[in-house]
Antibody, heavy 118, light 107 residues
């Protein structure tokens, strides 16, 4: 049974860098894309980006200038960094496993609530 | 970006009702569409992918259909555990956008 567990800082000040990490337990790490998705309070889902085991990334253009997604295959982990955060980045952030061919994301982390406030 | 709209935004239904949710794409996406169910405080759950393929473990009362720009999610007989918000997502081109969601509430 594949599990995805995530962690990272939950309270940030404006202009700081959001940093989250996700670890994958069980199953193949190399056969999938690994995604980040966020959900502002009371709102819908926003796809942030994804990475595969070789480090190939796809980013949402709306976040690309501030976004870095990286992978550590030795630990079956992948990470999200979002710089210069503002209140608009306040959301629940999820990591998840992306199916290939693109068929959605089928295994989700538990979510991390990130609040940006001065 | 490909925009997705969902209708209705909200629907109120009773246990046993047949429910249909529509997702429309701003351009053709073939069958690159997934449906998710989300309950309050929980991560979304993949229900259907490739527009009509039921994810493993999802009850047969859920059915997805459509291709191109118009898609539907149908629940044939609504059960108490089906009350949730449903999102569609297109996976035809980056960024993989989501629809705004349809909340299914108890009448």
């Amino acid at each position: 049974q594949v599990q995805v567990k995530q962690w990272g800082a939950g309270l940030l000040k404006p202009s700081e860098t959001l940093s989250l990490t996700c670890a994958v337990y069980g199953g193949s790490f190399s056969a999938y894309y690994w995604s980040w998705i966020r959900q502002p309070p009371g709102k819908g889902l926003e796809w942030i980006g994804e990475i595969n085991h070789s480090g190939s990334t796809n980013y949402n253009p709306s976040l690309k200038s501030r976004l870095t997604i990286s992978v550590d295959t030795s630990k079956n982990q992948f990470s999200l960094k979002l710089s210069s955060v503002t209140a608009a980045d306040t959301a629940v952030y999820y990591c998840a496993r992306g199916l290939r061919p693109p068929d959605g994301v089928d295994v989700w982390g538990q979510g991390t609530t990130v609040t940006v406030s001065s | 970006d490909i925009q997705l709209t969902q209708s209705p935004s909200f629907l109120s239904a009773s246990v046993g009702d047949r429910v249909t949710i529509t997702c429309r794409a701003s351009q053709g996406i073939s069958s690159y569409l997934a449906w998710y169910q989300q309950k309050p405080g929980k991560a979304p759950k993949l229900m259907i992918y490739s527009a009509s393929t039921l994810q493993s473990g999802v009850p047969l009362r859920f059915r997805g259909s459509g291709s191109g720009t118009e898609f539907t999610l149908t629940i044939s007989s609504l059960q108490p555990e089906d009350f949730a918000t449903y999102y569609c997502q297109q996976l035809k081109s980056y960024p993989f956008t989501f629809g705004p969601g349809t909340k299914v509430d108890i009448k």
